[in-house]
């Protein structure tokens, strides 16, 4: 007595799968819909590198251009708290939202007229800030002793190094270190865009 099996093909599975199982359905139609605009994941990754690679080698304008829009970031909030606290009067936190409101616009007004200034203060508080979080995470390494606590230990030491170095540097470093910075994350942006397009080209269709 023999029995013969049939194999349906994997298209007609897959498809049964999606009859009986909508979600399943619906979680292919994503992937062939993702899977078709890689492309635009690639190209955009692009652009972000060649971005930050022109705010590397152009980091002074970076740097102010930074400024310039954290500055306009900082008007319009101040504005926002303003409309805010008039269309709000009655609120008890009325004079709490009009007091935000003025030093956003304060700062942002002062960043406008001395964007360089702005830049070297930000750059020493950047410094500080450095310094203190590499000394933490030294700290935190040496007297933890976790698993792996020797990277812990060697990025501490670069956040250390890389605070000095910038404040060593100052005042010169306030004119390119923001715009440096912009740059890099914009090039690992990039690459992380990139990698990822190229990762849903592979997925199955």
Known sequence: MSTST??????ELSHGFGTQ???LGG???NLRALRAS????VALGVILMILGV??????QIASAATALVFAGLMVGAGVAYLIGAFFTRSWGGFFLSLLAGVLHLAVGAIILERPFEALLVYTLLLAAFFFVEGLVRIIGAISGRFYHWGWALLSGLV???????IWRQWPLSGLYVVGLFVGVNLIFSGATYIMLGLGIRRLPA
């Open 6 to 11: 049939t194999h349906a093909p994997p298209s």
């Open 21 to 23: 199982f909508p979600a």
């Open 27 to 29: 979680i292919r139609e």
């Open 38 to 41: 890689w492309g635009w994941f």
């Open 54 to 59: 022109a705010a590397i080698s152009c980091s």
């Open 159 to 165: 956040t250390l190094a890389l605070g000095v170095m």
